[in-house]
C-alpha cells in the first residue's frame, strides 16, 4: 500500500499561490541515507502532489528564485495508517519568504554579448535582444544587423540567402528555413550560429570539396533540453482574420522530436521548398502541419533524421500592371489588371540515415513529394501607342485548369578513409522519377477558346566517383568523375472545339510529343592545401572538363547536339593573427542550354507573348569572381567592431540572352541567342559597432553596383546600363528593460538603354523606420513599429509616400504560461505593395493587392515539463549541494560551541 502527500505553496507576505516551485522528495532509510525519491512542480495554484509514496521516512525541499530555500523535515508514511484507510497525508499551506538579496542579483544583469566572432562563425546571443513570449526566430533575424526577411520568408544575411537552418546542430526540416524560421519560439533560443557548413564528406575527410550551404545553427537553452515544450496560440481579429499555431517539441543530446502547425489568412504563406516564390495577398490561407525526428546512437555511429510536411495555400492575387516599352525610336505602354487565384496542397516526406565510424561514412537519403492543386488566372491587358496615345490592341485571357505532380528520388554516399592518411575514396549516386499532369482552358477574347492536357514524366540517374591523394604533407590531388543522364516524355495535346462545343479538334500548332535524353559528364582535377591543424591558410586550383549531349525525337523533328566545356577555378582562403579574414575565389561557369530554349513546347497562354527556339545555341560561359575581406577590432569574445567588405564580378561570353521583336499589335516575339559583353560588378561594405558594453550600437551597410546587359530589339543591338547605390544605417539602445531602433536607408537606381538615347530613368526609394520595445507597468510588453516609405520616379499614384504603424501589447496571465497579445496592423491604413523591374528594353511597376488594417486578440498556452536529466537534474542537484553545504557549516559551528 502507498500514500500519496500533498502541500500547498504560499507567499508568506501576499499569501498568493507561487506557481513553478521546485519540490524534491528524499528518502530516508534506517541509517539515515538520504536519497532522491522524485519531485514535482507547484501548479498554477501553488499545489504540489506526490503519489504512490511507499512506507518511510521523507523530507520535502522547497526551492523558487527569489525566496529562501525551505526544507520539511519528519515526513512519515507509516503502515498501519495505511491500513487504517489514511492514504492522503497532507501537509497543509507552507509558506516561502523572499530572498531580497537574490532578487537584487536576479534584476541587475549583466549586459550580455550580442555577437561574437568565431573565426569563419558569427554567433549572435539571443539573451542580448529583447525578445517577447510569442516571438518566433525569424522576429529574432529581424532584429540582427546586416540581416533581412523578404515578404516570402526568404532570410538574407550579410547579402546572402540563408539555405538550411539546424537546431543543436542536427537537421530540422531539411531544407525549409522559411518554415523553420516562422514556427521556432524565440524564447527556446540560447543563440544561433552563422557560417558556411562543409559537406559530409568534407566533415568526414578533412578535404574541402567546394560544397558549401549558407547555414544558421540554433542552439537551445540549457534549460529546454530533456523535456516538453510548447506552445498553443488561436486568436481572432477584425476582417474576419484569424491565425493559430501549436509547436510541440522534446529536445536532448542524442534525439529530437517536434510536431508543429499553423493556420492563418494573415499573409504567413506556406512556401514549398524548391517551389518558386509567391506574392501573397489580402486574400489568403495558408496552412501547415509538419513533424520532425532526429535519433542518433549514444556513440553518435548511427543517426537518422526524417521529416513529414503538409503545406496549403489558397489566395487571391491581384495585380495592376503598367510596362513601359522602349524600342528604337519610339515606345509604347502596356497595361494589364489581372486576377489569379490559386489552391495548393503537398506532401512531403524526407528522410536521411547515416552510418559514421572511423573508416567508412555511410548516407542514404530518400524523398517522396506530391503536390496538386487547381489554378484560374484572368487578365485584362491593352498596349498603347507611346507617343499618340491611341490604343493598339486589348483584350481578356482567361486561363484555368488543375495540375498535380509527384517525385521520388534516392540520394547515397559511400566514403572510405584508406590506412594512408588523406587518401580517401568516394561513390555518390542519386535515382529519381518526377511524373507532372496538367489539364486546363485556354480562352483570349474572341481569338480562340481551347482545352489542353500535359503529361511530363522523367527518370533521372547520376554518379560521381571521388578519389584523392596526398602529394606531400601538405599536398593533395583530388580527381572526379561525374556522369548523370535523364530520360522524359512530354506529351501536350491542344483541342479546339467542334461544331458541337465539344473540344474534339486537335490543334497540332500547340500539340507536342517527343522523347527527351540529356547526358552530361564532368572529367575534375584539383590540387589543394588543406587547412591543417594550426594552420591558416587553404589555397586550391582546378579544371574540370564536361562534355554534354541532348537530344529531342518528336513528330517530324528530331534534334541533338553535343557541348564540350572547360572550366577552371581557384580559391583562398586565410586568417591572420590579428583577425583579418581574407576569401578569393574564381570559378568558371558554364551552362548548356537546355531544350526549351533549343525546341520549346508551344504555348499561348499569354496572348502577347510568344517564345520561339533556336537549336544553334551554344553553352553560356561565365567568369565569376568573389572577394571577402573582414576584420574584428577588440576581442572576440567580448564587445568587437567588426567590419566587412565584398565585392562580387561577372563577365559572360555566349552568354544566352533574348532577341526580342513586336509586330503592330504590340505583340512580343522572342527567341534565345549567343552573344557576349554582359558583366556585373557589386559590392557592400557592412559595419558594425558596438557602444557602452552594448547599450548602443550602430551597423552600416553601404552596396553600390553596375550592371552592363545586351538585348535585341526589332533587330537593333540594345545595352542596358545599370547603376544602383544604396545605404542602410541602424541606431539600437538597449537599456533594461527598454531597446529602441531607428533606422534608415535609400536606394537609388539609374538605368540607360542605348537604343533609346538621351532618355534616362532614375528612382529613388527610401525609409525611415523605427520601433521601441518596453515593459510597462503590471508586467505588460508593449512593443510598436513604425516605417515611412517615400518614392521618386515612379508612376502616377505609385509615387505617393506612405506610413506603415503596428503595434503590440501581451501580458502574462498566470505566471508565464498564458499569455494574452492584443495586435495591430497598419492602423493608419496605408500600406501598399509596389515592385519595379528594369528590364533590357522596358521599366515595369506592378501593384499587387496586400493585407492592411487590422486588429487581432490572441491567446498563447506555452509548458515545459522538464525531464530527469540534463538542466532540470542540475537544478534539483543544487538543492542538495545547498543542503549538505548547510549541513557542513552547521557541524563546524557545533564544533566551535
Not at 258 to 275: R, T
Not at 643 to 648: E, G, L, M, T, V
Request: aromatic share 12%; hydrophobic share 35%; charged share 25%.
Amino acid at each position: 500500500m502507498k500514500a500519496n502527500i500533498t502541500l500547498s505553496v504560499r507567499d508568506s507576505s501576499t499569501n498568493t499561490p507561487l506557481g513553478l516551485v521546485t519540490a524534491t522528495l528524499t528518502r530516508i532509510d534506517y541509517n539515515k541515507n538520504r536519497e532522491v525519491f522524485t519531485y514535482a512542480i507547484s501548479d498554477t495554484l501553488g499545489a504540489i502532489r506526490f503519489n504512490s509514496v511507499p512506507v518511510s521516512e521523507y523530507e520535502i525541499s522547497l526551492q523558487y528564485m527569489g525566496y529562501f530555500m525551505k526544507i520539511i523535515p519528519n515526513i512519515k508514511v507509516e503502515a498501519n495508517e495505511l491500513v487504517q484507510g489514511n492514504n492522503i497525508k497532507d501537509l497543509g499551506v507552507i509558506k516561502l519568504r523572499e530572498n531580497a538579496a537574490e532578487l537584487n542579483a536576479i534584476t541587475v544583469k549583466d549586459h550580455v554579448v550580442p555577437i561574437k566572432y568565431l573565426g569563419d562563425t558569427i554567433q549572435y546571443n539571443a539573451a542580448a535582444y529583447k525578445l517577447s513570449d510569442t516571438d518566433v526566430l525569424e522576429d529574432f533575424f529581424k532584429k540582427l544587423p546586416g540581416w533581412s526577411v523578404d515578404n516570402n520568408g526568404r532570410i538574407t544575411a550579410n547579402g546572402k540567402v540563408i539555405e538550411q537552418i539546424t537546431v543543436n546542430g542536427r537537421i530540422f526540416f531539411f531544407n525549409d528555413p522559411v518554415f523553420v524560421s516562422r514556427n521556432l519560439p524565440a524564447k527556446i533560443l540560447k543563440n544561433i550560429k552563422l557560417f558556411e557548413k562543409q559537406s559530409e564528406r568534407s566533415k568526414f575527410t578533412g578535404i574541402d570539396d567546394g560544397a558549401r550551404t549558407n547555414t544558421v545553427d540554433v542552439a537551445v537553452r540549457e534549460d529546454m533540453l530533456n523535456g516538453w515544450l510548447g506552445d498553443v496560440s488561436a486568436g481572432g481579429g477584425t476582417d474576419e482574420r484569424y491565425k493559430g499555431k501549436e509547436f510541440i517539441a522534446n529536445f536532448n543530446k542524442y534525439n529530437q522530436i517536434a510536431i508543429i502547425g499553423n493556420i492563418s489568412n494573415l499573409n504567413e504563406p506556406s512556401i514549398f521548398p524548391g517551389a518558386p516564390s509567391q506574392t501573397n495577398s489580402a486574400d489568403s490561407r495558408s496552412y501547415s502541419l509538419g513533424s520532425n525526428l532526429n535519433l542518433s546512437s549514444t556513440k553518435n555511429k548511427y543517426s537518422t533524421d526524417i521529416s513529414y510536411n503538409l503545406k496549403g495555400n489558397d489566395n487571391i492575387i491581384e495585380t495592376e500592371v503598367y510596362r513601359q516599352n522602349f524600342i528604337k525610336d519610339s515606345s509604347f505602354v502596356y497595361e494589364s489588371s489581372a486576377r489569379k487565384e490559386n489552391n495548393t496542397t503537398s506532401h512531403i516526406l524526407n528522410g536521411e540515415i547515416s552510418r559514421n565510424d572511423k573508416k567508412i561514412m555511410l548516407v542514404i537519403k530518400p524523398m517522396v513529394r506530391y503536390t496538386y492543386g487547381n489554378y484560374s488566372n484572368s487578365t485584362n491587358y491593352k498596349t498603347i501607342g507611346g507617343e499618340s496615345g491611341v490604343v493598339i490592341k486589348e483584350g481578356e485571357s482567361n486561363d484555368s485548369g488543375k495540375r498535380d505532380q509527384e517525385s521520388f528520388s534516392t540520394d547515397f554516399q559511400i566514403t572510405k578513409r584508406m590506412n594512408k592518411a588523406r587518401r580517401t575514396l568516394s561513390l555518390t549516386g542519386k535515382l529519381g522519377f518526377d511524373r507532372s499532369a496538367n489539364e486546363g482552358r485556354n480562352r483570349i477574347s474572341d481569338e480562340s477558346d481551347q482545352r489542353y492536357n500535359v503529361d511530363n514524366n522523367s527518370i533521372k540517374l547520376s554518379t560521381q566517383l571521388s578519389y584523392t591523394e596526398p602529394l606531400t604533407k601538405k599536398m593533395i590531388l583530388v580527381g572526379n568523375w561525374g556522369f548523370s543522364t535523364s530520360f522524359s516524355n512530354l506529351n501536350k495535346e491542344t483541342f479546339n472545339p467542334d461544331n458541337s462545343g465539344n473540344f474534339t479538334i486537335l490543334d497540332p500548332t500547340l500539340s507536342d510529343r517527343s522523347d527527351n535524353t540529356e547526358l552530361q559528364q564532368n572529367f575534375d582535377l584539383q590540387l589543394q592545401k588543406p587547412k591543417g591543424k594550426g594552420e591558416r591558410s587553404f589555397y586550391m586550383v582546378g579544371v574540370s572538363l564536361m562534355p554534354s549531349y541532348i537530344k529531342r525525337n518528336s513528330e517530324g523533328n528530331n534534334f541533338d547536339k553535343w557541348f564540350v566545356n572547360v572550366a577552371p577555378k581557384a580559391e583562398f582562403r586565410i586568417t591572420t593573427p590579428n583577425l583579418l579574414q581574407v576569401f578569393i575565389n574564381y570559378k568558371a561557369n558554364v551552362r548548356t542550354p537546355d531544350l526549351s530554349q533549343m525546341m520549346p513546347v508551344p504555348d499561348n497562354t499569354d496572348p502577347l507573348y510568344f517564345r520561339m527556339g533556336n537549336k544553334n545555341l551554344k553553352g553560356e560561359y561565365e567568369h565569376s569572381a568573389f572577394m571577402k575581406i573582414s576584420k574584428i577590432t577588440g576581442s572576440t569574445s567580448s564587445y568587437a567592431n567588426g567590419y566587412f567588405f565584398f565585392i562580387d564580378a561577372s563577365y559572360f561570353a555566349n552568354r544566352i540572352i533574348n532577341k526580342s521583336w513586336f509586330d503592330e499589335n504590340g505583340v512580343q516575339y522572342s527567341m534565345p541567342f549567343n552573344d557576349g559583353g554582359d558583366y556585373s560588378v557589386q559590392s557592400r561594405l557592412m559595419t558594425n559597432l558596438p557602444f557602452f558594453k552594448g547599450v548602443l550600437g550602430f551597423s552600416d551597410i553601404i552596396t553600390a553596383g553596375h550592371y552592363n546587359n545586351i538585348s535585341y530589339i526589332d533587330g537593333a543591338r540594345n545595352v542596358t546600363k545599370r547603376v544602383v547605390f544604396g545605404e542602410k544605417a541602424d541606431l539600437t539602445i538597449n537599456y533594461g528593460d527598454l531597446r529602441i531602433d531607428v533606422g534608415a536607408s535609400f536606394n537609388y537606381e539609374l538605368s540607360e538603354n542605348s537604343i533609346y538615347p538621351g532618355k534616362k530613368n532614375s528612382t529613388w526609394r527610401n525609409n525611415i523606420d523605427g520601433s521601441i520595445s518596453y515593459i510597462l507597468p503590471l508586467e505588460i510588453n508593449f512593443r510598436s513599429d513604425i516605417s515611412y516609405q517615400f518614392f521618386s520616379g515612379y508612376k502616377g499614384q505609385n509615387d505617393k509616400p506612405y506610413l506603415l504603424w503596428n503595434a503590440n501589447l501581451s501580458k502574462s496571465i498566470i505566471r508565464n504560461k498564458l499569455i494574452a497579445t492584443l495586435s495591430a496592423r497598419d492602423i493608419l491604413n496605408q500600406n501598399k505593395n509596389i515592385q519595379r523591374a528594369v528590364s533590357d528594353f522596358y521599366i515595369q511597376e506592378t501593384r499587387y493587392n496586400i493585407v492592411r488594417q487590422y486588429f487581432l486578440f490572441t491567446l498563447t498556452y506555452k509548458f515545459f515539463t522538464g525531464g530527469t536529466t540534463g538542466a532540470f537534474k542540475e537544478r534539483v542537484n543544487s538543492i542538495f549541494r545547498n543542503q549538505e553545504r548547510n549541513a557542513f557549516i552547521n557541524e563546524i559551528n557545533d564544533i566551535k560551541r
